[in-house]
């Protein structure tokens, strides 16, 4: 069964760190490019990195340089390690294929950052 779980957000003020955590169950996640995405209250859920199953990392232009996607070649866990956040970075963070048709959303970890 399909499966994805997201840990490891939390409460930060700006300038400071987290490291997420995307555990997958099924193969479909380990052949596929696989993505973290965010979603702000009020906003529309939007892409933030992206990672090849080879390992080529890709970022929006937001949080490019300041965010650091990685995983081990055919394995779960997917990281998103995340520094210098900003107020702007807060919101709910899901990972899943990039393309769709994509399995069901996790519950997402939320990220909150203060100014």
């Known amino acids: 069964q399909e499966q994805l779980v997201e840990s490891g957000g939390g409460s930060v003020q700006a300038g400071g760190s987290l490291k997420l955590t995307c555990t997958t169950s099924g193969v479909v996640f380990k052949i596929h490019t696989m993505a973290w995405f965010r979603q702000a209250p009020g906003n529309q859920r939007e892409l933030v990195a992206t990672?090849?199953?080879?390992?080529?990392?890709d970022y929006s232009d937001s949080v490019r340089g300041r965010f650091t996607i990685s995983r081990d070649a055919d394995r779960s866990p997917i990281y998103l390690e995340m520094n210098s956040l900003k107020p702007e970075d807060t919101g709910i963070y899901y990972c899943?294929?990039?393309?769709?048709?994509?399995?069901?959303w996790g519950q997402g970890t939320q990220v909150t950052v203060s100014p």
């Open positions: 899943n294929l990039e393309t769709t048709p994509r399995p069901s």
């Open positions: 990672i090849t199953r080879g390992g080529i990392a």
